[in-house]
């Protein structure tokens, strides 16, 4: 089935065909969490709604013709004060640079956002650069925007800043429809004097010498400027995006997008970044390489409320992604990941929701008759999950996932009755990433029970199994009291798949031992807070393919490593 995909574009407002740059290498960008504190559940909307996107996508133009890019923000005023306030002493003797402040600072947030987000059932993007790892990229672009008369040093009440010249770009407020001249000074703009425009932004603002920064040389009128600071807010997603979705990968694009320099696919994030944040990407990237446009489709999700009212600690309904998963703080019980992802699914991406209690029951409704459903086909010969055209072209429609559940819902009642519709609700279950443990692990065991199936239909479940159980809790939920795994998988690489041969490989004992070895030692360095080393053997398990994840011990606080193979 040829699939016409179908974007809701903000920078057009209009439903448009969706064609990629290059179908062979589709490119997605999406705005990351700022790692200052845990995530909200607000939060978690974009990255539940851009992890369907990625899914559809995969299944598309498939896995590997994908990459996702989603960011880490940990350049923030506040993780910055927070660095020094804890780590000043070991910056300012050297034995720790900024950098490695920051990422001590931030290391428990981000695990916390990881695991947050794995509970929910999203896939990891292909790439999760970090602000801190793209300081030089930043540095780099503002120093085009200086050389093309896009921006100015101008000195403010603060010191030194690099400020973007609105006026500088004729089509300004495309994305917004927000026109420059409507920006002027009023009762609700302060204007300040060191501004050419009321609406010009910050590139890089100058620290004082006893706040956080980085060193950083510009050329403004022939004149050479260190200013000693830090980037402003919108200049690393530029940066970010460009590094991972153009220039390590573009000796790989295809001649067709090489033609068209600096440009993607897709970018998202939530409503509210529409201005200033989206719209000041635009400025910056189209004016540093001169082209027309940053990406293509621009979307957006909605906003979130509480029970009926905005979401804020004054209001006394903020609550984190943890504290549902975890906590009884949300309608006096803890709620499965499953569960809430499904309750953001229930309403249009683009429309705003009402996460309510009620509406989680409803969720959880949903959940418990699909597998009580599935459940009837526990050692079903010849179970395998199939692709059902029908959902895919709902989905297709511009994310229409409330559709999408409504079709699953009639496939589950004659799923009852059939074994036909239960493989393709299963099929349907994991393309919206809704596949809990314990119907995986049914299907996953019908299938490689089965003597009716090819290795080549056995693989595609357990690929599919593989990829839905880490993201809820580890292989290890999959893998556990099933000795036979190994004759299945052994069977399975004789279809010479490179997937199954790496774990092969990753399940000798060897290669477990030197695992175990290196998580003893990067344990060792972690506590005796040596970053360096302890970053250099993460980074040296990732190049082997072998990604770790940092995580607490619920009953006894201690903390401890995972790791899983990336595929």
Known sequence: MAVSLKLYNTLTRDKVDFTPIDPENVRMYVCGPTVYDFAHIGNARPVIVFDVLYRLLRHVYGESHVTYVRNITDVDDKINARALRDFGAQIADGAMTLNEAIRAVTGKTESQFHADVAALGCLKPTVEPRATDNIGQMIAIIQRLLDQGHAYVASGSEGHEVLFATASMADYGQLSKRKLEDQQAGARIAVEAHKMNPGDFVLWKQSADTEPGWKADFTFEGEKVAIYGRPGWHIECSAMSDRYLWEEIKDRLSPKAKARPHQFDIHGGGLDLIFPHHENEIAQSCCAFDTDVMANVWMHNGFLQVEGRKM???????????????????????????????????????????????????????????????????????????????????????????????????LSASAVASIEPAER?????????????????????????????????????????LASISAHDGVRILLKDHPMLPTYMETLAHAGKVLFQEWQEAFDSGHLSDISLKLRQRSEYLATKQFTEADRIRDELLAKGIQLKDGKDKETGERFTTWELKR
């Open 312 to 410: 804020s600690k004054s209001e006394g309904n903020f609550v984190t992604i943890n504290e549902l998963l975890e906590t009884d703080k949300f309608g006096g019980r803890k709620w499965p990941g499953e569960v809430l992802r499904l309750a953001m699914l229930m309403t249009d991406y683009k429309q705003p929701i009402d996460f309510s209690i009620s509406r989680l029951r409803e969720a959880e409704a949903w959940i418990k008759n699909w597998s009580s459903v599935l459940s009837l086909i526990s050692g079903t010969q010849g179970f395998t999950p199939r692709p059902d055209e029908n959902l895919l072209r709902i989905l297709s429609n511009d994310l229409n996932t409330v559709e999408a559940l409504h079709y699953l819902k009639s």
């Open 425 to 465: 609700l299963v099929w349907g279950l994991n393309l919206l990433g809704l596949l809990n443990a314990d119907v995986n692990r049914i299907v996953f065991m019908s299938a490689m029970t089965s003597n009716t199936l090819t290795s080549a239909e056995k693989e595609d479940v357990l690929r599919m199994a």
